[in-house]
């Protein structure tokens, strides 16, 4: 199974970036798609952004025109580029990717924490 190993997360004030790398222990063409997602305490896991084999990006609604996914073949590393900031995007950031067989593989996360 591919590994995925998160980094780049910390602490940022609101207004400010941090770029988030993830990179994979394999081709990340591997995957299907791949995805970040995030959790913050007492809340649900949910969907970020997704960027899949043929470069078709996805956002959710909340990050649209702030977030940008994008990947780096040559470094099997995908991005999430964060700028806009917001103490409600304050999470633990978790890479996953699903493979063509329909397999998932997990980050152990990366904690973002935004400032007011």
């Known amino acids: 199974q591919v590994q995925l190993v998160e980094s780049g997360g910390g602490l940022v004030q609101s207004g400010g970036s941090l770029r988030l790398s993830c990179a994979a222990s394999d081709s990340i063409f591997s995957f299907e798609q791949m995805s970040w997602y995030r959790q913050a305490p007492d809340k649900q896991r949910e969907l970020v952004a997704t960027i899949f084999n043929t470069a078709t990006t996805r956002y959710a609604d909340s990050v649209k025109g702030r977030f940008t996914i994008s990947r780096e073949a040559s470094k099997n590393t995908v991005y999430l580029q964060m700028t806009g900031m917001k103490p409600e995007d304050t999470a633990v950031y978790y890479c996953?990717?699903?493979?063509?067989?329909?397999?998932?593989?997990w980050g152990q996360g990366t904690q973002v924490t935004v400032s007011s």
């Open positions: 996953n990717g699903q493979s063509w067989t329909g397999a998932t593989s």
